[in-house]
């Protein structure tokens, strides 16, 4: 007997992928239309406004700045994040509950409170540079990702194989590279993903961080958008899209989507 799919399920499903794809599809079809407005459908087609994103000093110059911020963030991130999320799962019994809630907290306050936050302490009353504190701000953003990442990779590693290695003789320090993180490394690639797609994509702590002459790619998009209407936008939100499918890509040909999600 064959097992029919009911009509109704192939309906929803058809209504989520329009859903996840439709926006993307009208995203993409404004960004190569022959006109000086956002219009769907496309109106003639042009690759005009991709040149345009180049021509515009200002998106070069926070193309740059973003990719900075968002690379050096997550780096930072991973050097605090993965020997705190080793800590918590090694020495779990021993270290109070309350470290895992401090580590995690920069997820349950609002990003607009961090921002401000980071703009009066840091930069105002301190005077550090508005690059030092957007990169911090940035950190702080993306580590809770890259500590939960890490330590669930690490909640299914068994620490005896650790403890063996160095009754055996190995360093403690020489052991964690060369047994510990080896073995989480997919957690780690997928944390760096994670971090560095959330830093390169925020708006509400850049907001309050950027100042003259630094800024990030997402903020000059809106100060873009309040002058123009046209499709360089969309160009724009198509090469983000083409970075995170280019990401994806080679996460997939190296290690494999599969084994990132586990």
Do not use: C
């Not at 209504?15 to 459908?41: K, M, R």
């Not at 270290?95 to 349950?108: A, E, K, N, Q």
């Not at 850049?206 to 809106?222: M, R, V």
């Amino acid at each position: 007997m064959t097992n029919r799919i009911h009509p109704l399920l192939i309906l929803m499903t058809a209504l989520v992928y329009f859903f996840l794809i439709g926006p993307l599809v009208i995203i993409f079809g404004a960004s190569v239309s022959d006109t000086t407005f956002l219009a769907f459908p496309p109106q003639g087609l042009t690759l005009h406004w991709f040149e345009n994103i180049w021509e515009i000093s200002a998106f070069r110059r926070t193309i740059v700045t973003s990719l900075q911020v968002a690379l050096l963030g997550t780096f930072i991130a991973l050097v605090i994040g993965i020997p705190a999320a080793y800590a918590l799962n090694r020495h779990r019994i021993h270290l109070p509950g309350w470290l895992s809630i401090l580590f995690i907290m920069p997820i349950l306050i609002p990003e607009i409170v961090i921002g401000f936050s980071l703009l009066r302490s840091v930069n105002v009353e301190l005077g550090v540079p508005v690059f030092f504190t957007l990169l911090i701000g940035h950190t702080l953003l993306v580590l809770p990702y890259v500590i939960r990442v890490i330590a669930a990779s690490l909640a299914s590693f068994d620490f005896s194989i650790e403890e063996a290695a160095i009754s055996l003789g190995s360093h403690p320090i020489k052991t964690f590279f060369t047994i510990v993180l080896p073995n989480v490394r997919s957690g780690v690639i997928a944390a760096f993903i994670l971090a560095f797609i959330t830093s390169i994509n925020d708006v509400s702590v850049s907001l309050f961080l950027t100042g003259p002459g630094i800024s990030t790619l997402p903020i000059q998009i809106l100060a873009h958008v309040e002058q123009f209407f046209d499709p360089t936008i969309a160009s724009v939100s198509v090469l983000l899209m083409v970075l995170t499918i280019v990401v994806m890509i080679i996460v997939e040909r190296t290690l494999g989507l599969t084994i990132v999600a586990k």
